[in-house]
């Protein structure tokens, strides 16, 4: 008998990955069922994006490629992180992976050993803490709630730090929540971090250009912690390159290394196709994504209005991303033809087979009393679906 590892074995599946397989399995039977669980934006790639990589075939750039990313890509990304965030992060600083989940993966595989501790304040993107845990690394997690906007502070970060703790990892604008943490919030963290310069913080910003009326943050902004960050960003969400596969860091040049040669060991380059297209997404100013922006926001609104008509729902009001997060533990124990809803997962499921919508379920992101709701999608079918939601919750008593 084959046995698989016990690391595999330990491993959860992705819940929004799940939920987005099993919707597809209904759509195949024929059920008119929409699916709000991927963070997937439904906007098509810029056309500039796509004439850049039909360019780069032309050009025949269809060779191996550098294993952190070909040069002019990466002083194309030096100049992205000047321009838009104020950092400086030369080339031999920048690593460019399949997608911002392997940078991530890098960094963490390259830093932890076993027994140490990743601080993860919940909610949090649902890989984090399997990644962590496939690197032998112990995941502390930090709660968050709503009635704080999700967002943690310098204290709660001071609290869960031990002599083991070796990494913090979280995202701004966040997913599940959509938060943003302020700049006043980050040096909070900041003044924190730098009693501890062994400590290396992931600050994953893969949706700072979905962001509505506040300025993008990012933590390496500080001096006196930069050395200690890690950016994370990607052109999946805000350049809708979900399939293209690429994301990159900005870190030390020790870190940097490391991840490059781990990363040599594993996959090598990205595409090179995919960097040729990136090139393009990153000398473009982020001006363009002005309407997806707004549209976005719009049905932010939307969500948001039809959530708050639910008796029993309570939300914030995210400030980026395509997320809203809401608090349903209301419905916990309520019960609808026979069936009853104990907990996050049951009314996923509940939601899924009544009203034909799936979401996701707040327990795969930390936080058992809420779900996740993707707004990546159509008003129309924005409005339908939550007229489905609605109907389906208030048929719980």
């Known amino acids: 008998m084959i046995e698989l590892s016990d690391r595999l074995q330990a491993m959860e599946e992705s819940a929004t990955i799940a939920m987005s397989q099993k919707s597809r399995e209904l759509k195949a039977e024929g059920l008119d069922v929409i699916s709000l669980s991927l963070g997937e934006p439904d906007f098509n790639t810029p056309e500039f994006i796509k004439d850049a990589a039909i360019q780069g075939m032309k050009d025949n750039y269809t060779k191996y490629t550098p294993v952190p990313g070909y040069e002019d890509l990466r002083q194309a990304i030096s100049n992205k992180f000047k321009r838009d965030n104020n950092l400086d992060y030369p080339i031999n600083q920048i690593v460019v992976s399949t997608g911002a989940k392997q940078s991530i993966a890098n960094v963490v595989l390259s830093m932890v050993n076993n027994g140490d501790e990743v601080i993860i304040p919940a909610p949090y993107w649902v890989s984090y803490i399997e990644i962590v845990k496939v690197s032998e690394g112990i995941p502390v997690a930090i709660s968050a709630g709503i009635e704080n906007d999700f967002k943690i502070t310098g204290a709660q970060l001071e609290s869960a730090i031990t002599k083991k703790t070796k990494m913090v990892i979280f995202s701004t604008p966040c997913n599940p929540t959509g938060s943003v943490y302020s700049k006043e919030e980050l040096r909070d963290l900041a003044d924190v971090l730098v009693r501890y310069p062994h400590i290396v913080v992931i600050a994953d910003e893969i949706y700072e250009h979905i962001n509505f009326g506040t300025k993008h943050e990012s933590l390496a902004q500080f001096a006196d ?173």
């Open 225 to 397: 912690i930069k050395e200690q960050v890690v950016t994370i960003n990607g052109v999946s969400k805000a350049w809708a390159m979900t399939g293209w596969r690429l994301g990159y860091i900005g870190a030390s040049k020790e870190i940097a290394a490391a991840c490059s040669k781990i990363q040599g060991q594993f996959t090598s380059g990205t595409s090179s196709i995919t960097q040729r297209a990136a090139i393009a997404a990153m000398n473009a100013d982020p001006i363009v994504l002005v309407d997806m922006i707004a549209a976005f926001k719009s049905r932010r609104t939307l969500v948001l209005d039809a959530l708050n008509q639910i008796e029993g729902v309570i939300t914030n009001v995210p400030g980026g991303a395509f997320y809203v997060f809401p608090d349903v533990s209301y419905f916990y124990g309520k019960s609808y033809n026979g069936r009853t809803v104990n907990n996050g997962s049951d009314l996923a499921l509940y939601i899924l087979d009544e009203a034909l919508v799936a979401l996701v379920t707040g327990e795969a992101f930390g936080d058992p009393n809420c779900i996740r709701i993707s707004y990546a999608a159509s008003e129309e079918t924005l409005i339908e679906a939550m007229k489905r939601v609605k109907d389906a919750l208030e048929k719980l008593k």
